[in-house]
């Protein structure tokens, strides 16, 4: 009979499971998309994200709750994205 105080919390991690994980986020050229189209959304993203609350473009009003944060979330994602291609692509002249 078990004692009742122990948890059981399973196998200890497989050290050689670390090794198989991979980097999930990939530049968007890979997909297809082309690389000026990648870096004008980046421009896009990062003057929707310097652009002012109460500026010109608001998508999604902020004071909506939860979801009026996502418009910036997506420009940051795109900045993100824009950011990772110029690396990738400086990787590959290298």
Do not use: H, Q
Not at 19 to 43: C, E, H, I, M, Q
Not at 66 to 71: A, K, R, S, T
Request: proline fraction near 10%; charge should be negative.
């Amino acid at each position: 009979m078990k004692d009742p105080k122990i948890i059981d919390i399973g196998n200890p991690p497989d050290p050689e499971e670390e090794t198989k994980k991979t980097f999930s986020f990939r530049p968007l050229s890979s997909y297809g998309l082309p690389r000026w189209s990648v870096f004008a959304l980046a421009a896009l993203g990062l003057l929707y994200i310097l652009n002012p609350t109460f500026g010109l473009i608001e998508f999604i009003p902020d004071n909506l709750p939860i979801i009026g944060n996502l418009d910036e979330g997506v420009a940051f994602m795109l900045v993100m994205y824009g950011v990772m291609e110029l690396l990738e692509g400086r990787r590959n002249i290298e």
